[in-house]
């Protein structure tokens, strides 16, 4: 049975399985710290270009970090050592920032969580480097796609597999792979909560959606059969079959009459090209 907690803003909340639901002290803590995430993807968007290493660019991310009052969520979290995840590729998720260099036509997700004023705004993005092929570019619009599809789903009275529900018919539509080993998740003053949200649902399933509600949706789509596994550094994920794979990530809540997305960018900046 689903159980959901009132959070007033004051307490001390610790993750125990309960969905929380949040008042106007969290919503207005995640307004500003998703605001904050956005503008940082925002601003790295000119340095995702070839020969630029990602570990320069998670450099970037601390910097724009800690220039917004924030400090990195991942930076120390299970002993994960850098300031954000870039994925470049077959990497599904959890990419480690290294002197890789970003090589034309590669395809990259960046996912940045600054912890700003106790609140966590978690949100990540594709980019393209160069020039990007066309199957390529087809799978991250396809990818947005997913994860508006899904938004559209996050209402009140909604059940939380609808969204899934939603990401999965779009995906499928494509002859796409939804990753199944990693999800969404609640979220506020802790990094990862209840709910989990599952990218690959049954419609009607799953807990009502109430308003208050704070969580991410973050759809990971393949090119190929949805399976991945996990390197020996255990943190990268990669697709199975090597084939490519995209994801988009938005923060948000449900309200009275619908949802309010924290992460999006105030200047456009939703997916590729950013010109």
């Not at 080993?181 to 799953?206: I, S, Y």
């Amino acid at each position: 049975m689903t159980e959901y907690q009132v959070i007033e803003g004051t307490e001390t909340v610790i993750r125990d399985g309960t969905i929380k639901l949040h008042g106007p002290a969290g919503f207005e803590g995640m307004r500003k710290a998703g605001k904050l995430a956005a503008s940082i993807l925002d601003e790295i968007a000119p340095m995702v270009q070839p020969g630029v290493t990602t570990a320069a660019i998670d450099d970037k991310v601390r910097e724009l970090m800690f220039a917004g009052g924030s400090v990195p969520a991942t930076l120390g979290y299970r002993g994960y050592t850098h300031s954000c995840c870039i994925s470049i590729n077959h990497v599904i998720c959890h990419g480690i920032p290294s002197d890789k260099a970003l090589k034309d036509g590669d395809i990259v997700n960046i996912d940045v969580t600054p912890l700003l004023d106790g609140w966590h705004g978690d949100t990540s993005r594709m980019y393209f480097v160069g020039d990007v092929p066309l199957k390529a570019k087809r799978l991250v619009e396809v990818t947005h796609e997913c994860l508006m599809l899904g938004i559209e789903q996050a209402q009140p009275g909604n059940r939380l597999g609808d969204i899934g529900a939603a990401i999965l018919e779009h995906a499928q539509k494509h002859r796409y792979g939804v990753v199944r080993e990693f999800c969404g998740h609640g979220l506020g003053r802790l990094f990862h909560d209840a709910p989990e949200v599952v990218h690959a649902a049954k419609a009607g399933t799953g807990p009502e959606l109430k308003p208050g509600m704070f969580f991410t949706i973050e759809p990971m789509i393949n090119i190929g059969k949805p399976w991945g596994k996990m390197l020996s550094d255990g943190w990268t994920a990669v697709t199975r079959d090597k084939s490519l794979s995209a994801q988009f990530e938005h923060s948000l809540a449900i309200t009275e009459t619908g949802n309010e997305i924290f992460t999006l960018s105030e200047k456009g900046m939703h997916k590729p090209p950013y010109v």
